[in-house]
């Protein structure tokens, strides 16, 4: 039986991006189901990105491991330095408008002008 390292460096070949070896490692080192949970995606999501079949916006799925597991930060215009993943939750929230407070609106108005904003995500 091979750990989720060696099902990750079998599915993706020499090429294997750094981001996705940190992944598997922290699968390793925890559990899938932890890691998934950390990330706030779900295991099957995981597994299909340790696996190379993941269909769905790979560069976001890289943005939370990033700020998750790398500490990774971008330059938000509204909050200043963020983790990457704090930032694609912004993304998601503001793909509608909502004025539940005033910090929601702000950022819902900066994502949308944002350098760092994908047209699709996770």
């Known amino acids: 039986m091979s750990g989720p390292v060696e099902t990750a460096r079998a599915a993706w070949g020499p090429d294997i991006p750094s981001w996705v070896l940190v992944l598997a490692r922290e699968c390793e080192a925890s559990s899938q189901n932890k890691v998934a949970a950390r990330i706030r995606r779900s295991s099957s999501l995981v597994s299909a990105v340790l696996r190379a079949k993941y269909k769905g916006d790979i560069g976001a799925v890289e943005d939370l491991v990033r700020g998750v597991f790398e500490k990774a930060r971008v330059q938000c215009p509204q909050l200043g330095q963020i983790a990457t993943n704090v930032c694609r939750d912004w993304q ?23 350098p760092h904003r994908r047209k699709e995500g996770v």
């Open 92 to 114: 998601l929230k503001g793909r509608s408008f909502s004025n539940v407070n005033s910090e929601r609106v702000r950022m819902y108005r900066a994502c949308k002008i944002c």
